[in-house]
Nanobody
Framework: QVQLVESGGGLVQAGGSLRLSCAASGRTFSSYSMGWFRQAPGKEREFVAAISWSGGIRYDADSVKGRFTISRDNAKNTVYLQMNSLKPEDTAVYYC????????????????????WGQGTQVTVSS
């Protein structure tokens, strides 16, 4: 079992940056692939980025490519989402999630592929 707690959200102006963190409990954090999703008001939750257990494989949604970077520190049981050049359309609740699946085998871009979820952190980008 893994418990996930996100932090780092807040209000930022367009063009600014934020770094989200997701702290995981448990000793098996390094066994999980990790992902970030987001949900804007009135919209379905969507995939943002994912990273393999080792950190060696990463991929991002087209909407954030070149602006957001996912990373992880297995020694700290933490996954990060560095968000640069933020836009008002990035406003959403951001969730981290843990998957027993392997990115090396198949992309993990769908909610059903994840086993554990955090409660989310709000990111608001003003224009």
């Amino acid at each position: 079992q893994v418990q996930l707690v996100e932090s780092g959200g807040g209000l930022v102006q367009a063009g600014g940056s934020l770094r989200l963190s997701c702290a995981a409990s448990g000793r098996t954090f390094s066994s999980y692939s990790m992902g970030w999703f987001r949900q804007a008001p009135g919209k379905e939750r969507e995939f943002v980025a994912a990273i393999s257990w080792s950190g060696g494989i990463r991929y991002d949604a087209d909407s954030v490519k070149g602006r957001f970077t996912i990373s992880r520190d297995n020694a700290k049981n933490t996954v990060y989402l560095q968000m640069n050049s933020l836009k008002p359309e990035d406003t959403a609740v951001y969730y981290c999630a843990a998957s027993l699946g392997r990115i090396e085998v198949r992309p993990l871009a769908f909610e059903y592929q994840y086993d554990y979820w955090g409660q989310g952190t709000q990111v608001t980008v003003s224009s």
